[in-house]
């Protein structure tokens, strides 16, 4: 399974940007997928996911801001990233709990992307 991930950049405070991520490969079903960031010196942190279900997760720091959507055809997700701030700077990893066959369950990251946002 690969995880191909999309659509980083520069931008400056107050403007917006789209990432996305597709998974490919021997997939069964796909469990939750989201989207991780990390910026220089501090630890990798959840941004939001979304479930088979289509249930959403947000860290209380983009609530409001980022809204996180998915193509279950595709098997993909979108982060959709408005009003940036600085401190949204960071790589972003896509992350993919999903079942490769009925009974494999496993994790995967994807490359990650950066985010720079000036001020």
């Known amino acids: 399974v690969q995880l191909q991930a999309s659509g980083g950049g520069l931008v400056q405070a107050g403007g917006s940007l789209r990432l996305s991520c597709s998974a490919s490969g021997s997939i069964f079903s796909i469990v939750t997928m989201g989207w991780y960031r990390q910026a220089p010196g501090k630890q990798r942190e959840l941004v939001a996911n979304t479930g088979s279900d289509g249930s959403t997760n947000y860290a209380d720091s983009v609530k409001g801001r980022f809204t996180i959507s998915r193509d279950n055809a595709k098997n993909t997700v979108y982060l959709q990233m408005n009003s940036l701030k600085p401190e949204d700077t960071a790589v972003y990893f896509c992350?993919?709990?999903?079942?490769?066959?009925?009974?494999?369950?496993?994790?995967?990251w994807g490359q990650g992307t950066q985010v720079t946002v000036s001020s």
């Open positions: 992350n993919a709990d999903l079942l490769e066959t009925a009974w494999l369950r496993r994790y995967y």
